[in-house]
């Protein structure tokens, strides 16, 4: 039995090292994001719901103290914690929210994470639980309605370690009208877009 164990233990450890499961070389981000990518993205938040939801929020919500933005980032840190969620039960739970999921199941793999923000910074809906609830300190948001109507911030792409692929955020201004409303994040599988590309799909 311990021959055994030892055995199938070497197994695991030979996979889990094979170059399927390593990391892979870094791809260049800003070429795999082409125009053509981008305006795909574009179309997906350039909809009624989207538009719909933000403008909700932002005539709701008007443009919060920061007091009042830390509160509800730090209820929503809090409720991941606990088993009442009424926070994070609403904002998952929303048409946008339930738009971005189908959109992120639709793309097989492409997209890894959507969000997208009010005026504020503050989450209005997503395809998945994020860590916080306010993206206002970062550079998603500064860079992208900050700065203008046609911002686009483009991260780094980082490996996960867990998933093992490489993944980078593509952050833009939302708009109407020319002006700014919000911003939404995507996240992509830049393996998988890496894939597609080679493959000329």
Do not use: H
């Not at 450890?13 to 070389?25: C, D, G, K, M, R």
């Not at 639980?129 to 911002?151: C, H, L, M, N, R």
């Not at 998933?163 to 939302?174: A, D, E, I, P």
Request: glycine letters at 6%; charged letters at 25%.
């Amino acid at each position: 039995m311990t021959i055994l164990r030892t055995t199938l233990a070497a197994g695991f450890l030979a996979i889990a090292a094979s170059p399927v499961f390593a990391e892979t070389p870094k791809p260049d981000i800003n070429a795999l994001i082409t125009p053509s990518v981008m305006a795909e993205m574009r179309g997906w938040m350039e909809t009624e719901i989207v538009r719909i939801s933000v403008k909700a929020q932002n005539e709701r919500l008007k443009k919060l103290p920061q007091a009042e933005i830390d509160a509800l980032d730090a209820q929503w840190v809090a409720e991941r914690e606990s088993d009442d969620k009424p926070l994070i039960a609403a904002t998952l739970s929303n048409p946008l929210s339930v738009y971005l999921a189908r959109l992120q199941g639709r793309s097989l793999g492409m997209y890894a994470e959507i969000f997208v923000m009010d005026q504020n910074g503050l989450n209005v809906g997503q395809s998945s639980i994020t860590s916080d609830f306010w993206q206002g300190d970062e550079g998603k948001f500064q860079k992208t309605y900050d700065v203008g109507p046609d911002a686009v911030f483009i991260d780094e792409a980082e490996w996960d370690d867990d998933l093992k692929y490489w993944r980078g955020q593509v952050n833009f201004t939302l708009t109407e009208d020319g002006e700014p409303i919000g911003a939404v994040t995507m996240e992509v599988n830049l393996t998988e877009l890496q894939r597609r590309t080679a493959a000329g799909v």
